[in-house]
Nanobody
């Protein structure tokens, strides 16, 4: 599966953005989707994951209550709605896919998109 992330940009603290991850192929619904982020000088961090049909979602502690992951299997697209953004949310956000359950471990995802930059100004 090939993944294309989009929707990043510059937003003020307290604002919102929605990232999208478009997947190629006809088997999108067989993949768990995940979002990770990486800030300069920091390790890649788990943001959120969603199972194949959306029944299971997981969130990183730093985004719980502010971010919501979702998917539309008919559109081969996963999303992450990001609200109440903070400057510390500034990072390159990557979407990823795996055929296993949602995991917070980046090596559990075999497929990765190219990343989209989110910058939150204070």
């Amino acid at each position: 599966v090939q993944l294309q992330a989009s929707g990043g940009g510059l937003v003020q603290a307290g604002g919102s953005l929605r990232l999208s991850c478009a997947a190629s192929g006809r088997t999108f619904s067989s993949y768990t989707m995940g979002w990770f982020r990486q800030a300069p000088g920091k390790e890649r961090e788990f943001v959120a994951g969603i199972s194949q049909f959306g029944g299971i979602t997981r969130y990183g502690d730093s985004v719980k209550g502010r971010f919501t992951i979702s998917r539309d299997n008919a559109k081969n697209t996963a999303y992450v709605q990001m609200n109440s953004l903070k400057p510390e949310d500034t990072a390159v956000y990557y979407c990823s896919a795996t055929q296993g359950p949602p995991t917070t471990w980046s090596r559990g995802y075999a497929y990765w998109g190219q990343g989209t930059l989110v910058t939150v100004s204070s």
